[in-house]
């Protein structure tokens, strides 16, 4: 089965650290998302891309949040400098078009 | 802005019974609708899509519905499992094309007790 794999599966990092997380999505899926979840907000949309190029990126806050899709095998989101706030699960997920989306199994980032 | 509401927030059920989780939304004018599962420590799981313009949509003992002038939508489980424990997720999306507007509810936890 093709899967949409994240690494690292688990970050703990010093606030003011910077952190990148990585989505590898599934061969041929043009769309990329970028979510965050956390007990309080629930799951919220930070950034998506279709065909490598950025669509919304309204969710993240820039000032410190960052999303590129080098090539059509890797997306990455980066975080710098970290805070305590930005503790949360960070998923990534592709899709085909109007397909259903397709969800790694997420990013356990906690920033002390 | 959209904004999706699940009742109940948790259910407890024993094996064997069927059983409704419902999804509210307050804007209307939407493309599709998406059920989702979300196991512990995991990423979603896509159900069921339903689009605008149809009215259910069935896989095996799920049952989803949309009523998109009343803004709700409900997932039904036939004879629930233990197997589907989780959380459920419903998620609206109001652009076509993309799916990229999906906006989520807080999701129903199930628990199926053998």
């Known amino acids: 089965d093709a899967r949409v794999t994240q690494t690292p599966r688990d970050k703990v990092t010093e606030m003011g650290q910077e952190v990148t997380m990585r989505c590898q999505p599934i061969?041929?899926?043009?769309?990329v998302f970028w979510y965050r979840q956390t007990m309080m907000q629930g799951l919220e949309l930070l950034a998506y891309?279709?065909?490598?190029?950025?669509?919304?990126d309204s969710g993240m806050p820039k000032d410190r949040f960052s999303a590129e899709m080098p090539d059509a095998t890797l997306a990455t989101l980066k975080i710098q400098p970290s805070e305590p706030r930005d503790s949360a699960v960070y998923f990534c997920?592709?899709?085909?078009?109007?397909?259903?989306?397709?969800f790694g199994d997420g990013t356990r980032l906690s920033i002390l | 802005k959209q904004e999706v509401t699940q009742i109940p927030a948790a259910l407890s059920v024993p094996e064997g019974e069927n059983l409704v989780l419902n999804c509210s939304f307050t804007d209307s004018a939407i493309y599709n609708l998406q059920w989702f599962r979300q196991d512990p420590g995991k990423g979603l799981t896509s159900l069921l899509l339903?689009?605008?313009?149809?009215r259910e949509q069935t896989s095996g003992r799920l049952n989803a519905s949309l009523d998109k002038s009343s803004g709700r939508s409900t997932l039904y489980i036939a004879a629930s499992q233990p197997g589907d424990s989780a959380t459920y997720l419903c998620?609206?999306?109001?652009?076509?094309?993309?799916?990229?507007?999906?906006?989520f509810g807080k999701g129903t936890k199930l628990s199926v007790k053998p």
């Open positions: 061969l041929g899926h043009n769309t």
């Open positions: 998620a609206p999306s109001n652009y076509g094309g993309s799916q990229g507007n999906l906006i």
């Open positions: 997920a592709s899709a085909m078009g109007d397909q259903p989306q397709h």
């Open positions: 891309f279709r065909n490598r190029a950025p669509l919304d």
């Open positions: 339903i689009q605008s313009s149809q």
